[in-house]
């Protein structure tokens, strides 16, 4: 098993630019998660999901959009990017909502 | 509201000597608490959390719900057990972990 992926592991956008970052996971698992990690602040959730088609809003939640069409796959949307942006993002997944979660490598984002 | 408060950026000890990594946390209800590390080059895993009572890598966690507080705890240090550790907060009936923002162990040879 790959555990969980992340696409990219670097990227550096411009102010206004959109992406996708991609997050997958091979493991069945119903609950995924989105967090940020920046420097003093530890790891704030963005958005998570316990199932496809469900999702909902994390702590940090604007600016970031999120969709669950299959069990795999949790996309996070930057819609128009801003330097506040710039971040390391996690992609996390677990079997249960309280059972161990399971991170991705990482995505580290600069916003310029 | 719902915190999680590691109260230390930096926490430096000598190998062999005790540890201790602080969190407290601010929650009404039944909280379940997690200790999750990330190593140099590796990927954040899941350290011990309070339900399980169990030992891992030789650390213990007890939660005190008197004092709110889920403090890491290892007797004897190994320049190993050098990384990032962070406790997470899960409210009851969400899937809305709350991370504190993290102690950095450095053991010393």
């Known amino acids: 098993n790959a555990g969980v992926t992340q696409t990219p592991k670097f990227q550096v956008l411009k102010t206004g630019q959109s992406m996708t970052l991609q997050c997958a996971q091979d493991?069945?698992?119903?609950?995924m998660s989105w967090y940020r990690q920046d420097p003093g602040m530890g790891l704030r959730l963005i958005h998570y999901s316990v199932g496809a088609g469900i999702t909902d809003q994390g702590e940090v939640p604007n600016g970031y959009n999120v969709s669950r069409s299959t069990t795999e796959d949790f996309p996070l949307r930057l819609l128009s990017a801003a330097p506040s942006q710039t971040s390391v993002y996690f992609c996390?997944?677990?079997?249960?909502?309280?059972?161990?979660?399971?991170f991705g490598p990482g995505t580290r984002l600069t916003v310029t | 509201a719902q915190r999680v408060t590691q109260p230390e950026k930096l926490l430096s000890v000598f190998k062999g000597a005790p540890v201790e990594l602080k969190c407290n946390y601010s929650?009404?209800?039944?909280?379940?608490l997690f200790w999750y590390v990330q190593y140099s080059r590796q990927r954040l895993q899941l350290l011990l959390r309070h339900i399980s009572r169990e030992s891992i890598k030789g650390f213990t966690a007890d939660l005190n719900k008197g004092e709110t507080s889920f403090h890491l705890k290892k007797p004897f240090a190994q320049e190993e057990d050098s990384a990032m550790y962070y406790c997470?907060?899960?409210?009851?009936?969400?899937?809305?972990?709350?991370f504190g923002t993290g102690t950095r162990l450095k053991v010393l040879a």
């Open positions: 996390a997944s677990s079997a249960t909502s309280n059972g161990e979660q399971y």
């Open positions: 493991m069945n698992h119903e609950y």
């Open positions: 929650y009404s209800g039944s909280p379940e």
């Open positions: 997470a907060l899960r409210p009851s009936g969400t899937y809305k972990y709350i």
